[in-house]
């Protein structure tokens, strides 16, 4: 899937004639040469340390896995450091060699995060078992990514991706209370009493538990925008049939500061430098699960 930037061509002249014209605006610079600078301005690089690190998150940094599926590797045996088969707990330092199924690990310095939006159909995940068409077959990024959590496969929307573990931790965890923006459309008319008892918090018989109070508002005779600070296992649509009302489209349109705008399904972008510095901002007091099982 190519970028969002990616525009399609015209007739060969018109395409020369925009091409020059954009050369001529950006000091004498092709369009092609614009591209690559403005993605230049959008990488990151990931802070290194000197310290020993746990080898949990090592892996996460390196862009491998998420800490709970390193977790999972070191368990069943298949992480092995300078030779020698890893052990939960493990901490490693610099220049030591970790590998895991026989593949080297390497540290990757430049930080990667996009913004993407998700298909209605694709599961935000790397089980092939069921023939499913995953994020990571649509967005096919030549590094490797992970999802910052996920929307189940019949909700598209925004979906922020990243190789960047502290990142991930620190947006999901419910604790910190990040928002979280939905455009939710269902299937008969919303009432006062409807919007009052999402606002107020439901209580979802199968998990046994009150979802938070919310921020909603009307956009529309079927619709509403929804903010939550929680992410439970398809809470939006379990919050619904708790009401009676059933979901027909469910689109995630925000995720803390960074938007979905003008993405179509399938495409991504990089995070702009503006963007990902007012996510550092708010992030800056978030608390980290894993960091936090680490002092333990």
């Given amino acids: 899937m190519q970028k969002a930037a990616t525009q399609n061509g015209g007739r060969t002249g018109r395409n020369e004639a925009k091409k020059q014209k954009a050369a001529e605006q950006n000091g004498g610079r092709t369009d092609t040469a614009v591209r690559e600078n403005n ?9 290194q340390t000197s ?47 970790v590998s895991v199924n026989g593949r080297s690990v390497e540290p990757e310095r430049e930080m990667i995060l ?33 999802s910052v959590g996920r929307l189940d496969k019949d909700s598209e929307g925004l979906l922020l991706m990243t190789n960047y ?56 005779e079927c619709q509403f925008r929804l903010v939550l600070t929680q992410g439970l296992n398809r809470q939006i649509r379990r919050m619904c049939e708790t009401l009676h009302y059933k979901v027909k489209r469910l689109v995630r349109v925000r995720i803390m500061n960074i938007k979905l705008g003008n993405l179509k399904p399938g495409e991504y972008r990089a995070v702009t430098r503006k963007e990902f510095a007012q996510l550092q901002e708010q992030l800056r007091d978030s608390k980290n699960p894993g960091k936090e099982s680490e002092k333990r």
Wanted: include cysteine; charged fraction near 35%; aromatic fraction near 8%.
């Fill in 51 to 97: 310290d020993e690190v746990r080898l949990n998150k090592y892996l996460s940094d390196a862009g491998f896995c998420s800490r709970r599926e390193a977790d999972r590797l070191i368990e069943a045996g298949k992480v092995f450091v300078d030779g020698q088969r890893a052990v939960q707990g493990q901490k490693i330092s610099r220049g030591q060699k």
């Fill in 39 to 47: 993605t230049k301005e959008h990488k990151f690089t990931k802070k």
């Fill in 165 to 220: 573990g502290d990142i991930l931790n620190k947006i999901m965890r419910a604790g910190n209370y990040h928002e979280k923006e939905y455009l939710v459309t269902v299937d008969k008319d919303i009432t006062p009493d409807f919007l009052h008892k999402m606002a107020a918090g439901v209580y979802l018989k199968d998990l046994g538990v009150t979802t938070r109070p919310c921020r909603i508002e009307l956009a529309g």
């Fill in 114 to 146: 996009l913004a993407v939006n998700k298909p209605r159909g694709v599961v935000c995940t790397t089980d092939r078992r069921w023939g499913d068409r995953t994020i990571y077959d649509v967005v096919n990024y030549p590094k490797r990514i992970f």
